[in-house]
């Protein structure tokens, strides 16, 4: 494989990063609601599923996959020079949709790029190079929105600075698209992934390496979703599904929209407290650092523990610091209140490591001998929709005030870790496998737009 478009895909990402925030924080900017913001949420975090399966089949089909790229990139350009031109927070929702259902669904088509004329053997390697590139890109994109008010001010002014910012990443997804015109490799029209254990074995690379910056506040990830829904027989996994395993995919159901639900407010939550954009672009990015650079480390304890136990406490901890955030945010200096929330939103970045890899290893652990892919596959799905029914929740409370959103959020993941507690204990350490060091990006399901991310 030829690394040399990967580099333009690791500018693109640079705008998909900037973007994922940057268009809340826009639509607070207009005078959002909470029902509103929660609205951008959901509706990112709905497309992404039915665009990723649709994009997938077809690239799989027809093999022309540069077309579909070159799109994505192109789409994202437009809708990042348009936004900052829009005063309707409908129009918005509309445009922010747009670049999110082509963001999402190019990501199994990118997954066949890398892994086209590659050996299976090389396959890993492969996809954790992807990810490293488009991984870095996004962090960039989220360090580039927290240096920019300052640096935009005294270049543009500060009446400007957002339209700026808008701008400066739509020129990155669109120098983005020229590079890729000219460097992505030129399939032809054969089926690429010609068989089920060929795409359950993709399936299990994306679910078994590391997640990274995006991860941390997306918890579904799109390409995952493709690739272990494909063949799917939910007859079948339903004649063979037990107690533990319906407990816990209930308990998954539960934590994902509580999840979503605090972070589908938060921007405004945020903003309303004083932070300017580029504090709120840091705060995001300590609480994905956390959780990108302890992944590692959760996957050797899910090697080593009780899995049930450490999601259920690395769940109840989550729980407690959602309402903290609201508490701490808004105490004493504004330089205060800033640190207690970047240490909380820390902490919430290193749960979200242990919940993600420790979540794997119990679908893993819990679904019928045959039957694993198939079952993370229904696991991942539950993400996706949990995120858009969270995302509207926590936008309702949020109308009745930020501390009761954010407590709906927390009752949802304590409920979660209650079932998850309740699971039989195992009676045998599972055999989780650590991630792979050299893999950092997972496009994932805490939802809102905003990983060093594995499977973007």
Known sequence: MTERWLYSWALGSVAFGGASLLVPLYVVQLGASPVELGLLAATAAAIGAPGAILFGRLANRVGHRRPLVLATLATVAAALAVVPLLDSITAVVVANAALWLVVSSVAPVTTMLVVD??????????????????????????????????????????????????????????????????????????VHVTSEREARRIARLLSGTRRGIRGATFAFSPNRLYWSTRGLDLRRLHRRLDAPLTTYLVAAVLFFTGFAAFWAPLPLFLTDIGFDAGRVFALYLASSVASAVLYEGAGRFAARYDVRRLQSGALAVRGLLFPTV??????????????????????????????????????TRLAPPGLRGETLGVYTALGALAGGAGSLLGGWVATFGYLPAFGAAAALVLAGAVLVFSLPAPDRQPTARAPDATTAQDAGAETTPGDLSRDA
């Open 117 to 190: 004329d590659a050996p299976e053997s090389a396959w890993d390697e492969c996809i954790g190079r992807l990810n490293t590139y488009q991984g870095y890109g996004w962090a960039v994109g989220l360090v580039l929105g927290a240096v920019w008010p300052v640096v935009g001010s005294r270049l543009v002014g500060g009446g400007s600075v957002t339209r700026a910012l808008f701008w400066l990443l739509a020129a990155c997804a669109a120098v983005s698209s020229i590079g890729a015109a000219r460097s992505l490799p030129r399939t032809g029209g054969e």
């Open 326 to 363: 609201a508490v701490v945010g808004g105490v004493g200096t504004a330089s205060l209140g800033f640190g207690a929330a970047g240490v909380a939103l820390a902490a919430i970045g290193v749960t979200w490591a242990v919940i993600a890899v420790v979540g794997t290893a119990l679908v």
